[in-house]
C-alpha cells in the first residue's frame, strides 16, 4: 500500500511540474507575442501632431493623426491620398499634403482652377473654395514622371510656398506614409477621406 501512495505522489508531483513548465511557456508565449505586436505596430505606423491649418478644413491644429508607413508597400499613393511627407527643401521637416497627380499625370493649376489629365477637378469637398473662386497665386503645367508625385495643401491660398506649387514634384521615397484618421481629441475622431469622386473622371496614363 505505501509503495502504491508512493507511486502516487511522485505522479502528482510529476504532473505538478509538467504544468508548471506547460504554464510558464505559455506565459513566455504570450509576452513575446505581445511584444511582437507591438513592435510591429511601431514599425508600420506613426503619429502626426497637426500644427497648422494647412490641411484645414479636413485636419485642425492639436489634432493627432495615425500614419499608415506600410500602406504603399505593394502599390504606389493614389490621387487623393493625404499623406505625410519630408519636404524635399528640408527632409528633417514633416508635412500633411493631398495628393493631387501621381505618375504620368499632366497637372495644370491655375489661379482659379486645377486640372489633371484633361479634367478640371471641383475640388470644394476638401479645400472649401466655390469652382471659379481665387485659390492660387501660383500658377503652372506639369508632367509628372517615373515615381514622381505632385502634392498640394487642402488650404490652398495662404500655404502655396509648402506644397509642390513651390518645391514642385516629389519623388516616392519622400512619402512616408497614408494618414488614416485622426484619433486625439479622442471625440474629434475620423477617418481621413481620399474623395476619390473627385479624381473619378480623370484618365490614367
Not at 198 to 203: I, L, N, R
Amino acid at each position: 500500500m505505501e509503495g502504491v501512495l508512493l507511486v502516487m505522489r511522485t505522479s502528482t508531483l510529476n504532473r505538478t511540474a509538467a504544468e508548471r513548465r506547460a504554464h510558464l511557456m505559455r506565459e513566455l508565449v504570450e509576452v513575446l507575442l505581445f511584444v511582437g505586436i507591438v513592435f510591429a505596430a511601431v514599425s508600420v505606423t506613426q503619429s502626426f501632431g497637426v500644427v497648422d491649418d494647412s490641411m484645414q478644413p479636413a485636419l485642425q491644429v492639436e489634432q493627432r493623426v495615425l500614419v499608415n508607413k506600410s500602406a504603399y508597400v505593394f502599390t504606389g499613393p493614389s490621387r487623393g491620398d493625404v499623406v505625410l511627407i519630408a519636404d524635399p527643401a528640408n527632409t528633417s521637416q514633416l508635412l500633411m499634403r493631398r495628393v493631387i497627380a501621381v505618375p504620368g499625370d499632366t497637372i495644370l493649376i491655375t489661379a482659379t482652377s486645377v486640372s489633371v489629365n484633361g479634367v478640371t477637378l471641383d475640388e470644394q469637398a476638401y479645400t472649401g473654395i466655390a469652382s471659379g473662386q481665387p485659390e492660387s497665386q501660383i500658377i503652372g503645367k506639369f508632367t509628372l514622371g517615373a515615381n514622381q508625385y505632385y502634392v498640394l495643401a487642402d488650404s490652398r491660398l495662404a500655404w502655396s510656398t509648402t506644397d509642390s506649387r513651390e518645391f514642385g514634384p516629389i519623388a516616392r521615397q519622400n512619402i512616408i506614409g497614408r494618414a488614416e484618421f485622426v484619433y486625439w481629441p479622442i471625440r474629434q475622431f475620423h477617418w481621413i477621406d481620399s474623395h476619390a469622386g473627385v479624381f473619378a473622371a480623370v484618365p490614367s496614363h
